[in-house]
């Protein structure tokens, strides 16, 4: 079987696609699955997403039926023999979610330079976690883009300035690449939607929206998490950030040389503004890591 | 059909688990029975289709059409098809096109594979090409997977029972003892089936078809005349991927073949007595009786039951199907086709159907066959 690092790599984007909850079809369990699996027996579903789109991915409880809800869960499927991790969604029984009368409301939020993997790692809590926490839109008065992922509220600059002057947004930052200017920022009502719904917030932030946010709904609302790429020097730090954006394939040099200078700022500001964050994480297995997330947030231990 | 086109010879290896046999040899073995049935010089051949899914990955042979063309003196065109364990209707279906396009008057077409030679894993892996490599195979799941979960759906939507079903590989076993090319020459009893080790659940052992070592070869001909006509040949296809049809307890592109050579053959499903269906697992045959319409829907079992009882309504994988006679994956649907010429000579009946499928019924190809005798 042909394992080459791009049709992994293509592999992977296909399986992130697959994050949804959905409905057993059928399943079945395999005696003896392929070598790479190991050789345990292998249960694989054939699971309707709530998209309308079927998929097929192993089933992970231990007593499925035809037409059972489940939720995915992204997890280490095996390594090649080249040393590539390869992770797969599996599907799991989805839990009776029992709503407490008293919900705290406060933000889940992630800080870190670009390329350290905010928005695959928020992804995959937010999927694992769906019942529990949702992604907050970040609105942006800059045009869509390819690769862009569902993550951006588009707006103009004047729509922009009227939601900031009638403090419609509570949290904005200017982004500035090369010629180009940009706002962001988040919106109260995208928040209090996801607390009415009694689900925890989550932000991808940089380091002048955590301060807004922080400042807006005060620091004991956030629960800030500070993401470093792995490596111990900042020089090794920088160098794994620069082959993640390459790989992403999505900007242009110039721009990612842009990116790596806000980047090293970002760095540096973990060190300067200890107090804004309550746990620092190195994202060097996703699934490791999200695991850690859930046993750090409350209530999502269990999730 | 645009010309009269007859089966005028053929040839077959016995099925099985050949170790001293090579891909070479079982494909001259195949030829030189079919020339000789035929009683053709092998001169007479215009032209040469091969079947072959896996010789690259089992054998480290490609170019198998030059392969196939090196075995005849003359070294005729040759072309290889490929659809899965289809390819064997696919390839009589080309040979079908150049016959009545006028390109060639006589064709010989063969199916091979040598499968035995690779690891259980490896042939496994290799099969699962059938599927699709994006959307199936990266869960991890077989062709013995594909139709568990197949198996599954359809037991919940129509209540077949686990012994129904093991009544079908156990017709398959009684004919093929009286085949002389069949793998498994034995008797199996459903209970034999009930009780063999689990494969993909609910799916057994003895409902899934085995890995083979095999050849069939047939000569089709313009010029030269038998008593067996092809009356309709065509092929349909279907998505890939299991993941991308609206239900897995029917094959879609079985229906619309069907219909096609129906139509072709100018004939209805009361006049076919012979019958070869792709029974690469027993849940399969059951639903093909469904899709080829000789039951209704949930009720495909029923005549695997008459069968069981001795009640035939026509003649049914008389050489053991898939599951008894072996499966050299491109090699059947031209045993198939072979088959239903015998099944008809002994029956004497008019026309055979012979059905074959490739992948989860992703292309399907049909054969209906005269014999002008009756």
Known sequence: ?303 | MQQDIFLVGSGLTRFGEWWDKSLRDLMREAIEAALESSGLQAQDVDLIIVANMLAEVTNNQAHMAALASSLLPHHPPALRVEAACGSGALAVNTACAFLESGRAKTVLVVGVEKMTDASADAISQALMGAADSELDAPSGLTFPGIFGLIAKRYMYEFGLTREQLSIVSSVHHKHATENAFAQFRYELSPEAVSASPLVSDPLRLFDCSPISDGAAACVLSTVHRSGMRLAASQIASDTLSITQRPTIVSFPATRAAMELALCEADITRKDIHALETHDCFSIAAVINMEDLGFAKEGEGIRIYEDLHAGHAPMFVNMGGGLKACGHPVAATGIKQLIDVSKSLTRGRARYGLAHNFGGAGATCGIHVLENTHV
């Not at chain 1, 293509?10 to 399986?15: D, L, N, S, V, Y």
């Not at chain 1, 309707?48 to 499925?64: C, H, I, K, S, T």
């Not at chain 1, 932030?205 to 955590?210: I, N, Q, V």
Request: aromatic content about 8%; proline content about 6%; overall charge positive.
């Open chain 1, 1 to 303: 079987m042909n394992n080459s690092a791009p049709i992994v790599q293509r592999a992977q984007k296909r399986e992130r696609d697959k994050f949804l909850p959905g409905t057993v079809v059928s399943f079945t369990t395999l005696s003896h699955p392929p070598a790479r699996f190991g050789p345990r027996p292998r249960m694989v579903g054939l699971v309707e997403l709530q998209n309308g789109r079927r998929v097929l991915a192993p089933l992970v409880m231990d007593a499925p039926y035809i037409g059972q809800t489940v939720r995915p869960r992204m997890r280490l499927s095996h390594v090649t023999h080249e040393g590539l991790r390869v992770y797969e969604v599996a599907y799991d029984e989805a839990p009776q979610v029992a709503v407490t009368e008293a919900f705290s409301r406060y933000l889940l939020a992630f800080t870190g330079p670009s390329g350290v993997g905010k928005s695959t790692i928020t992804k995959m809590l937010a999927h694992a976690c769906s019942d529990y926490v949702a992604k907050v839109p970040i609105l942006t008065t800059r045009a869509p883009k390819p690769g862009d992922d569902g993550e951006y509220l588009y707006t103009t600059s004047a729509e922009f300035d009227r939601l900031k002057k009638t403090g419609k947004i509570v949290a904005m930052t200017d982004i500035s690449f090369s010629s180009e200017d940009w706002r962001y920022g988040y919106r109260a009502a995208d928040i209090e939607e996801i607390w009415s719904a009694s689900k925890i917030p989550v932000v991808v932030t940089e380091m002048e929206l955590l301060q807004g946010l922080a400042h807006h709904y005060g620091r004991r609302a956030v629960l800030s998490f500070g993401l470093l790429p792995p490596g111990k020097s900042k020089r090794a730090r920088l160098s794994q950030l620069l082959h993640r954006l390459r790989s992403r394939g999505r900007e242009s040099e110039a721009h990612i040389r842009d990116r790596l200078k806000n980047a090293e700022r970002d760095l540096a500001f973990f060190g300067e503004r200890k107090d804004l964050f309550d746990h620092m994480v190195v994202n060097e297995d996703l699934s490791a890591l999200v695991a850690s997330l859930k046993e750090k947030v409350p209530g999502l231990s269990g999730a």
